[in-house]
């Protein structure tokens, strides 16, 4: 098995694509070892000293380390994910809510603002999370409010540095030319 790995525009999260599928359906972002428990996978990366995150996304693993250096965790890293792909044993196990943490945070949004919402909802599917999924992260709508976009990030874009740049300079531009009302994007 092969794993090719991508550096992502937070210089703390590296993206790892084992050449096979790893999560059908919604991405999942891990940021606590408890909250890793349902993946047999993502808990075995937080048994890496060091490793602070774990996003999984339908073809790559992003991880999230605190201040060690790539090269003295990057071939656990590596290690594990190869171990658990040969083992056979599922990513996600069997029974777990597998959208447990995304119910965490209801949208929010006024009645008649949804029409406007499923716009929103549907520029970002389409022309965002696509994008953000290629710098090993996505973006997740959370409420609208008063020309306030309201927007979850994760995976590498969580603590990026460019996140902020992302959100104004992208983001919010492309939704306020595509969708009138929309005044600004705030991260959640």
């Known amino acids: 098995m092969f794993i090719q790995t991508e550096a992502t525009p937070n210089p703390a999260t590296l ?13 999942r972002d891990f940021r606590t070892a408890e909250a890793a428990d349902m993946s047999p996978l993502a808990a075995s990366l937080f048994g890496i000293s ?18 060690t250096n790539w090269p003295h965790i990057k071939p656990a890293i ?3 994910i190869m171990d658990h792909f040969l083992s056979g044993k599922p990513v996600i196990s069997e029974g777990a809510d597998a959208f447990d943490d995304l119910s965490a945070g209801e949208e ?10 499923e716009v929103i ?14 710098d090993g992260g996505d973006i997740i709508f ?15 874009c969580s603590g990026c540095p460019s996140s902020t740049a992302t959100l104004k300079s992208g983001i919010e531009n492309l939704l306020r030319h595509f969708v ?3 005044e600004s994007v705030q991260q959640v």
């Open 15 to 27: 993206k790892f694509l084992p050449g096979r599928d790893v999560l059908v359906g919604e991405p």
């Open 50 to 67: 060091g490793v602070t995150g774990v996003f999984l996304g339908s073809d790559f693993i992003s991880v999230t380390k605190d201040e």
């Open 78 to 80: 590596l290690g594990v």
């Open 108 to 117: 929010f949004f006024e009645e008649e603002d949804k029409e406007m919402v």
């Open 121 to 134: 909802k549907e520029l970002l599917a389409t022309r965002v999370r696509p994008a953000v999924a290629m």
């Open 142 to 156: 959370r409420g609208y409010k008063e020309g306030t976009v309201f927007l979850h990030m994760q995976g590498a």
């Open 180 to 182: 009138p009302g929309v």
